[in-house]
């Protein structure tokens, strides 16, 4: 006859372990990646981070560091964030999501909570459009059920066939639950070049006017950005209903880069390379970019984003 002490033992020591492993306990959490669903935020981290390796980004830091510091501090938040990031290419908006990714759940875009989209590789097809709202949306939904937390980014929105995007509308609006599932804690990043042109434009008429780049606002760029991108055709989010309807809670301006912020990217490329910095070859490396206005040459057209190839070139120096 078995023991009913041992028994007893044997089936709660049983019940422990599964309790252990099918939920989010820390010890399963030491051996496979687990949902922070707290969404839990380290602003000090964050802000240090985005402090040394993102450059000439005052506007993009600030707007984001208080947006995500906000959000992780609400217990109950009303809605998911939802971020637009505009710009043009090598300004730093993937940089800066990734780094966001990170901080929410380690592992950043290698995360199954990090879920990246790129309209050219996952929606190509103009006549596919109503395919691919609803496979967004029981992906979505999918996904937030398993970690409320998820964060999804959407590379290329100006390349975006125009109503896709609309898809996800309710899942962004003020609702405590769609069909059982609350998406509040999660978050939402666009990344678009649509509207770069008007940035650039303001950038310069700063500096013409004598005024320091630092001294530009949110103020002085967010209505021009929402209404150019409502109103551009080739933004993805041409008259969308997320625009309409007030869900992008900010609309994040990356500014163009000068000469010397280009020279920052060179810097930190060769640190990460393990190289000693010089100088000439940080000089020689940001010489060889393009700047425009073709008089004044003051920004670089391409950013940092061509740095890594040209420093390729200078590693034998």
């Known amino acids: 006859a078995f023991d009913p002490l041992s028994v007893s033992v044997v089936v709660g020591g049983a019940a422990v372990a599964w309790h252990l492993l099918s939920s989010d306990s820390w010890l399963k959490c030491r051996f496979q990646e687990c949902c922070n669903r707290n969404n839990t935020l380290n602003y000090t981290a964050l802000k240090a981070q985005l402090d040394s390796r993102l450059f000439g980004q005052h506007l993009a830091k600030d707007v984001v560091l208080k947006a995500v510091l906000g959000f992780s501090n609400n217990p109950s938040p009303k809605k998911p964030l939802m971020l637009s990031l505009h710009g043009w290419a090598g300004t730093g908006k993937n940089f800066l999501s990734q780094i966001l990714a990170e901080h929410v759940h380690p592992a950043g875009l290698r995360s199954k909570f990090v879920h990246l989209f790129l309209a050219t590789l996952h929606f190509p097809h103009h006549d596919q459009v109503k395919l691919y709202k609803e496979q967004l949306q029981n992906w979505i939904r999918g996904n937030v059920s398993a970690c409320p937390s998820s964060v999804f980014i959407f590379d290329e929105m100006d390349k975006m066939h125009p ?15 769609v069909d059982g599932v609350s998406y509040r804690k999660a978050i939402f990043i666009f990344l678009s070049n649509a509207g770069g042109d008007l940035i650039n434009k303001a950038a310069l008429d700063f500096w013409t006017s004598g005024k320091r780049r630092e001294d530009i606002q949110l103020k002085d760029l967010e209505p021009l950005l929402s209404v150019g991108v409502f109103n551009n055709k080739n933004s993805g989010l041409w008259h969308s209903s997320i625009i309409d309807r007030n869900l992008i809670d900010y609309f994040v301006p990356f ?63």
């Open 163 to 177: 109503g896709v995007i609309d898809a996800i509308k309710p899942f962004l609006d003020y609702y405590e639950e």
């Open 255 to 317: 500014l163009p880069l000068e000469h010397r912020h280009v020279k920052m990217c060179v810097r930190a490329e060769m640190a990460a390379r393990g190289y000693a910095v010089d100088e000439d070859v940080v000089q020689a490396v940001a010489d060889e970019m393009t700047y425009f206005p073709k008089e004044q040459k003051i920004y670089s057209d391409k950013g940092c984003k061509t740095v890594q190839a040209k420093l390729d070139i200078h590693e034998d120096l």
